[in-house]
């Protein structure tokens, strides 16, 4: 199926949306700022049991994430779009300073890879599904042992 020009508009423009608020607002610290990039009837597919599947709960987990870890940042390393739909395939990293989700601070610097799938509508983001390398995450901060360790 060929796209029409309209509709790579419309991907591009979708592709921009996610690339800017993950670079102006997540990675900035400025979660807040960003609900303007999302639609009032957004649901949170991947979040956590004790957040709520809203835009409130996307900024509290990631309020108390850059408390945790003050210098995490997101590194898009792909992107890909067709439809509605946004994929990323992002690098996270942060050093652990600060309690998170009931694990005390390690000191440790971790990097981690996490695919993103956002959909859109009228350009805003109205759902959001992901799948983050938490063992390996877990692993670099040294709550779980490496593989083979004892």
Known sequence: MSSTPMMTKTIEQNKQ???QFVEDYLNTGRIAE???FFDPKFVEHAAPPSYTSTFEGVNRFFTELRAAFPD???TIDDTIAEGDYVVQR???QGTMKGEFQGMKPTGKH???IEIHIVRLANGKIIEHWAS???LGM???LGFVPAPGAH
């Open 138 to 140: 877990l692993t670099q």
């Open 34 to 36: 960003g609900a303007m």
């Open 90 to 92: 992002t690098t996270g």
């Open 132 to 134: 983050v390398d938490q």
């Open 17 to 19: 949306v996610v690339r």
């Open 72 to 74: 995490f940042k997101y």
């Open 110 to 112: 971790a990097v981690w």
